[in-house]
């Protein structure tokens, strides 16, 4: 009986901290570019309003393409309970070279004021996009050094694109 309750254990822990994120491609945009105005607004309260979090991933008129991703998943609230949550990410991209040339990440729930906090860069600027790229190589790391922790500097998501 004790095998078989650690067995279990083993398996709802891998369930809930080994979890693969899919972050699913919603769209695509040429000839644009990221809103930077809206992300250096995320340390003031007022992105909290007229969905100001939501409106900064949609993409700007510019040279580049936009990928715009939502990865959904299930997990632990600061209240204890479990509860759907939605990391939306954008990507710059070089339409000639396919390289990913910057990118933001955010959590839409995220219950810690500002919502800098939360807000992770891409430093990774030589890898491609594709199918199946592992979110781990474009080596987040959050953007606000002051709400830094060692455990939270850089993003560790294990997730992966998907663009189909």
Known sequence: MQKL???IFILICNLTF???KLYKL???TENSDIDYKS???FDDFEIYKNDGLKKAFEPKKG???IYFFIAEYKGDSF???RKTFHDYLILKVDPKSELIIDGFQYTLEWAEPPAISDLYRVTEKNQKINNGLNLNFLKMELVEQEYVSEWRKELKDN???KLE
């Open 5 to 7: 309750t650690t067995i």
């Open 159 to 161: 997730g992966i694109l």
């Open 18 to 20: 080994g979890q693969e």
């Open 79 to 81: 209240d204890g309970t």
């Open 39 to 41: 992300f250096r607004s």
């Open 26 to 28: 919603i769209s695509k």
């Open 63 to 65: 040279k580049s393409e």
